[in-house]
């Protein structure tokens, strides 16, 4: 049990008389004068200490310890003095080690959290103001609300793991008091079969077939670009995405796929003839790039879309130089959150619901981590069951007048 030393006083007994009395000690009126002494769950003593005239919060403060210990909720008063900036390397090495997730983990934190709550404790960042504090400030930043989102989702996995050690209390991002920036939902309008025409004889031959890759096969701009003729099983009639072409530290590498979920898509014969017609007249050519980051384990594969000068594609060049000026010699306006490359997926998707492809099945083909993602992302363009329904009922109890109903 703890208890609150006072270092200004002492009690003696009187030898002759037995009385206890009180004397001044040597540090009398240096430094401060109570001195909380306790021991924490692992048994390692601890203290902290008071001004004179403050033996009230000397006392509540021991009392708070040993309660939080009965309770479970223990935290060291000193562990939450490390700095926001010098807690988030340790907590970068719980987070993937994928060295593009990394890369873009630390280019967020650095630029958003860390300019507002890096030279602060993490008892500081611990406090529910601080935090509605930076909410504001990514707002006056102008910071998109997506963007915000994702940045609070950030810093609550920080400081949940700052809990997770026992450094702070709590995490506020969880107060109800916080909001969590939400953008408004926006239901995904695919496109016109006529847009995805002008814009496929707009773009230069030798990358049209992202066109029928993406509304064929539902494939991601980097899978694309890491697809190899190897990947296709004609026996199965099968589109085996197994990598993808990604950029870290500025640099090409090969990649795992989203999720590191590899898949196997199934292959219509049309988009098969069209990679056959493809691959005659701009045959695979074998490109060597390192292994998830730079420096890693060399790998070669035939690649089906490679530039012109034998390289693998490059996200940014091709967005700014070959598809977006496709929409200009099509006469289409680009628009900026429907028209990526990502629309042709889109297409595949709402296409694939039209002709009845379950979601289960649906998400596989995606590469999405979970069927509710799928479902989330497209259940308004899932055709009606209603009619289903009626013929259903129609079935069991059938219709009278076969011309319509009446109006009595």
């Avoid at 049990?1 to 009180?22: A, L, N, S």
């Avoid at 060291?76 to 490390?82: E, L, Q």
């Avoid at 629309?343 to 002709?355: D, F, G, K, V």
């Avoid at 596989?364 to 899932?382: A, E, K, N």
Wanted: glycine share 6%; hydrophobic share 35%.
């Amino acid at each position: 049990m703890g208890h609150v030393q006072d270092r200004w006083w002492k009690e003696t007994t009187d030898p002759e008389t037995g009385k206890v009395k009180r004397v001044k000690t040597k540090l009398y009126g240096k430094g401060l004068r109570y001195k909380v002494r306790y021991y924490a769950p692992d048994k390692t003593e601890k203290s902290k200490s008071f001004p004179d005239r403050a033996k009230t919060r000397a006392e509540d403060f021991l009392i708070e310890m040993e309660s939080s210990k009965r309770e479970g909720r223990y935290v060291d008063p000193n562990a939450g003095k490390i700095k926001f900036s010098a807690y988030v390397p340790s907590w970068y090495k719980g987070q993937s080690q994928d060295a593009s997730t990394q890369e873009n983990l630390r280019r967020q934190v650095e630029s958003q959290l860390v300019p507002f709550f890096g030279d602060l404790p993490l008892k500081e960042v611990e406090k529910i103001s601080k935090v509605r504090e930076w909410l504001a400030w990514m707002g006056d930043k102008g910071l998109s609300l997506r963007y915000r989102q994702l940045l609070f989702d950030r810093l609550s996995s920080i400081l949940n793991a700052a809990v997770d050690e026992k450094l702070i209390h709590s995490n506020p991002c969880r107060a109800r008091s916080v909001k969590r920036p939400t953008p408004p939902e926006k239901q995904i309008k695919p496109w016109t079969e006529s847009r995805m025409r002008a814009v496929r004889i707009a773009l230069p031959e030798r990358y049209k077939i992202t066109v029928p890759l993406g509304a064929g096969a539902g494939l991601r701009q980097g899978e694309m670009f890491g697809l190899s003729d190897d990947d296709i099983d004609r026996e199965a009639r099968e589109l085996h995405v197994v990598r993808q072409v990604r950029i870290v530290g500025n640099q090409l590498v090969f990649a795992p796929t989203k999720n590191k979920k590899t898949r196997s898509v199934p292959l219509g014969d049309g988009l098969l003839d069209e990679l056959d017609d493809y691959m005659e007249r701009f045959p695979p050519v074998a490109v060597t790039l390192p292994w998830e980051k730079p420096g890693g384990r060399l790998h070669t594969v035939r690649l089906i879309l490679v530039t012109k000068e034998g390289q693998a594609c490059r996200r940014q060049v091709f967005n700014m130089g070959v598809w977006r000026p496709a929409f200009k010699r099509a006469k289409l306006d680009y628009r900026k959150q429907q028209d990526g490359v990502h629309a042709l997926r889109h297409l595949y998707a709402s296409s694939q619901l039209e002709y009845g492809v379950s979601i289960k099945a649906l998400s596989v083909s995606l590469g999405h981590h979970d069927p509710g993602y799928t479902l989330r992302v497209y259940t308004h363009l899932m055709p009606s069951s209603h009619d289903r329904s009626r013929k259903a009922a129609d079935a069991l109890i059938k219709p009278r007048r076969r011309d319509g109903r009446q109006t009595a």
